[in-house]
């Protein structure tokens, strides 16, 4: 909100529940949502609520993270030190085709999906893992379950992961991170 008045651009924002969207039935001509709808408990109901809220002729545009991405990686990287809540299903899921078509398909006149890449940049793996640790939900949540050995290993298996991707030569950190981008044209 605060960028776009700054931009002075006529916008207005509302938090809301995106499993419980408060907008009447075909309401937007377009529903976006990067790196976000992804985390919702309960995957089905966000994707109907995304559906719902679309106009006939409309698009749904999302950027997913992918399971084989980087930050697909770290998901599995932290859910091998502490699993997920029962029931809830990886925010990956959201970066596979078939779990798009599943959602999607039966009211979707047309879906296009492409892989693309964001690179993150950071001074160092340890300089990624500090950021990532206070300000990245998913590893802030963990890190703050586990005890000092656990965050300890944690910390270190990040750093192995980073390692693993890391494009630089330099001692710095350049990861390209594999997401999902799709459009979904409603029915």
Not at 108 to 113: D, G, Q, R, T, V
Not at 150 to 155: C, F, M, P, S, V
Not at 157 to 169: K, M, Q
Request: proline share 7%.
């Amino acid at each position: 909100a605060e960028r776009a008045a700054a931009e002075r651009l006529p916008m207005a924002t509302r938090v809301a529940d995106a499993e419980a969207l408060p907008f009447d039935d075909a309401s937007f001509d377009v529903v976006t949502s990067t790196f976000g709808v992804m985390f919702t408990p309960d995957q089905p109901r966000a994707a109907a609520e995304l559906m719902r809220v679309c106009r006939p002729g409309g698009k749904i545009g999302l950027a997913n993270w992918t399971p084989q991405g980087f930050i697909g990686q770290l998901f599995r990287t932290i859910g091998s030190h502490l699993p997920p809540p029962a029931g809830v299903m990886s925010p990956a899921r959201w970066g596979t085709p078939e779990f798009i078509r599943e959602q999607f398909e039966a009211k979707a006149s047309a879906i296009e999906l492409q892989e693309r890449h964001f690179v993150f940049r950071y001074g160092s793996a340890e300089h990624f893992l500090q950021v990532f640790r206070t300000m990245y939900g998913p590893t802030l949540k963990a890190f703050a379950a586990l005890d000092e050995p656990g965050k300890e290993k944690l910390a270190a298996d990040i750093v192995a992961l980073v390692e693993r991707f890391n494009r630089a030569g330099d001692g710095t950190m350049v990861v390209p991170s594999e997401y999902l981008e799709v459009v979904v044209v409603k029915r």
